[in-house]
């Protein structure tokens, strides 16, 4: 197996985007990524960049897969999306007990899938689990190999779903020959990530597909005791951070040629486009120093040996709520300066704008994210955040 080099893989991306683009045009009809994309990005190694060296992946540190997510969104947000999902989740090759990190990871062109909120239930037999469940927003859903879905275990005397709780859920995992695939999604933005629903019906999952975010990784070496959670919020973020990079440029394309109907002198020469661009500019730029920097700090902590903090943990969830909404607040900015020309579809402004505010929507993005934060800091008693779901209590 060979190990993927992550500097070769960042760089040789910045020279694919052009034909990402290309490429990207139809996807909006298709709903899904073409097979040439997904192709591309499993031949550049994408989907695994986080997994562990014994299974071939390059266990790259997180600034690198953030770089990675942020430039494959920056071709197209649809893309960016992909790459993350299923960059992210080669994560769970170093957290998965052995023997199912190597029957799901060990092949070096798997892709998985799923959502992590426990819609399915598990009732535990001999060996695993019996599953049923409906998941929705399965992203990758055309290309995975493997979908996961967060189950409620079942108490094992009638079946009813346990109470929440502390070992109450676990994140099963099925081949894709078992899953159902439900086309559900037509939505305006990110049309292209398949991200239907999916579904399994009593399907048995030996004890080795599942596992939990706050469980031990099985692999305990600095990327894996990281937090699980936070760092997929980061990644998120990354996506919208890439979109409006695109923007940005998209705007300046056309500024440079675009001219109102009352004056001849291009909108770039106008004070109040270069204002708004100017702010768009800092925007994204505050909103990826921000995420950046929390990262960073929470690795370093890491990789010294140190277990993170709740405190750490929440930062990530944090700070990439706020990322993702700077990126939006640039883009839309951006699409109202544009005036008229932004409206039609031929228009990359339309399609960064539609992509940018489906991905905000996320779960871990969401603003009550600050009043988990506040409440926190004014009684420190009260129950957590969700950042609570992967914090570790013992390394």
């Given at each position: 197996m060979t190990?993927?080099q992550?500097?070769?893989?960042?760089?040789?991306?910045?020279?694919?985007?052009?034909?990402l683009?290309?490429?990207?045009?139809?996807?909006?009809?298709?709903?899904?990524?073409?097979?040439?994309?997904?192709d591309?990005?499993?031949?550049?190694?994408?989907?695994?960049?986080?997994?562990?060296r014994?299974?071939?992946?390059?266990?790259?540190?997180?600034?690198?897969?953030?770089?990675?997510v942020?430039?494959?969104?920056?071709?197209?947000?649809?893309?960016?999306?992909?790459t993350?999902?299923?960059?992210?989740?080669?994560?769970?090759?170093?957290l998965?007990p052995?023997?199912?990190?190597?029957?799901?990871?060990?092949?070096?062109?798997?892709?998985?899938?799923g959502?992590?909120?426990?819609?399915?239930?598990?009732r535990?037999?001999?060996?695993?689990?019996?599953?049923?469940?409906?998941?929705?927003?399965?992203?990758?859903?055309?290309?995975?190999?493997?979908?996961?879905?967060?189950?409620?275990?079942?108490?094992?005397?009638d079946?009813?779903?346990?109470?929440?709780?502390?070992?109450?859920?676990?994140?099963?995992?099925?081949?894709?020959?078992?899953?159902e695939?439900?086309?559900?999604w037509?939505a305006t933005?990110?049309?292209?990530?398949?991200?239907h629903?999916?579904?399994v019906?009593?399907l048995?999952?030996?004890?080795?597909h599942?596992m939990?975010?706050?469980d031990?990784?099985?692999?305990?070496?600095?990327?894996?005791?990281?937090?699980v959670?936070?760092?997929f919020?980061?990644?998120?973020?990354?996506?919208?951070?890439?979109?409006?990079?695109?923007?940005?440029?998209?705007?300046?394309?056309?500024?440079?040629?675009?001219?109102?109907?009352?004056?001849?002198?291009?909108l770039a020469?106008?004070p109040?486009?270069?204002?708004?661009?100017?702010?768009?500019?800092?925007v994204?730029?505050?909103?990826?120093?921000?995420?950046?920097?929390?990262?960073?700090?929470?690795?370093?902590?890491?990789?010294?040996?140190?277990?993170?903090?709740?405190a750490d943990?929440?930062?990530l969830?944090?700070?990439?709520?706020?990322?993702?909404?700077?990126?939006?607040?640039?883009t839309?900015?951006?699409?109202?300066?544009?005036?008229?020309s932004?409206?039609?579809?031929?228009?990359?402004?339309?399609?960064?704008?539609r992509?940018?505010?489906?991905?905000?929507q996320h779960?871990?993005?969401?603003?009550a994210?600050?009043?988990?934060?506040?409440?926190?800091?004014?009684?420190?008693?009260?129950v957590?955040?969700p950042?609570?779901?992967?914090?570790r209590?013992?390394?």
């Amino acid at each position: 197996m060979t190990t993927i080099q992550t500097i070769d893989v960042l760089e040789e991306l910045r020279l694919l985007t052009p034909r990402l683009r290309a490429e990207a045009v139809d996807l909006d009809a298709a709903r899904a990524l073409p097979s040439t994309i997904i192709d591309e990005l499993r031949d550049h190694g994408v989907f695994r960049l986080l997994a562990p060296r014994e299974l071939g992946g390059a266990e790259t540190e997180p600034l690198t897969f953030l770089q990675v997510v942020e430039e494959t969104a920056y071709a197209d947000g649809s893309v960016g999306w992909c790459t993350m999902i299923g960059g992210c989740y080669s994560t769970f090759a170093g957290l998965l007990p052995p023997e199912g990190a190597r029957e799901i990871f060990g092949h070096e062109r798997t892709i998985s899938a799923g959502a992590f909120r426990p819609s399915g239930v598990a009732r535990p037999v001999d060996g695993g689990f019996q599953v049923s469940g409906r998941w929705r927003l399965g992203s990758g859903s055309s290309h995975a190999d493997w979908f996961l879905g967060g189950c409620v275990i079942a108490d094992d005397a009638d079946g009813a779903p346990s109470p929440a709780g502390p070992g109450a859920a676990r994140l099963m995992f099925f081949p894709a020959s078992a899953v159902e695939v439900i086309d559900t999604w037509d939505a305006t933005g990110l049309r292209g990530t398949a991200s239907h629903d999916y579904s399994v019906g009593d399907l048995f999952v030996p004890a080795h597909h599942a596992m939990w975010f706050s469980d031990r990784p099985a692999v305990e070496r600095a990327l894996y005791r990281m937090p699980v959670v936070g760092l997929f919020a980061a990644y998120v973020a990354a996506v919208p951070l890439g979109i409006g990079r695109h923007a940005l440029e998209a705007f300046r394309a056309l500024a440079a040629d675009k001219t109102s109907g009352t004056s001849l002198a291009p909108l770039a020469s106008k004070p109040l486009a270069q204002a708004h661009l100017g702010r768009a500019e800092t925007v994204i730029a505050a909103g990826r120093t921000m995420l950046v920097h929390a990262v960073e700090l929470v690795w370093e902590k890491v990789r010294s040996g140190q277990r993170p903090t709740l405190a750490d943990h929440r930062s990530l969830w944090v700070v990439a709520s706020y990322a993702a909404p700077a990126a939006l607040e640039a883009t839309e900015s951006l699409y109202a300066t544009a005036g008229s020309s932004s409206v039609y579809a031929s228009c990359p402004l339309d399609r960064c704008l539609r992509d940018v505010r489906t991905a905000v929507q996320h779960v871990v993005l969401q603003e009550a994210n600050y009043e988990h934060l506040g409440r926190e800091l004014l009684t420190p008693a009260d129950v957590p955040g969700p950042w609570i779901m992967d914090y570790r209590t013992a390394s």
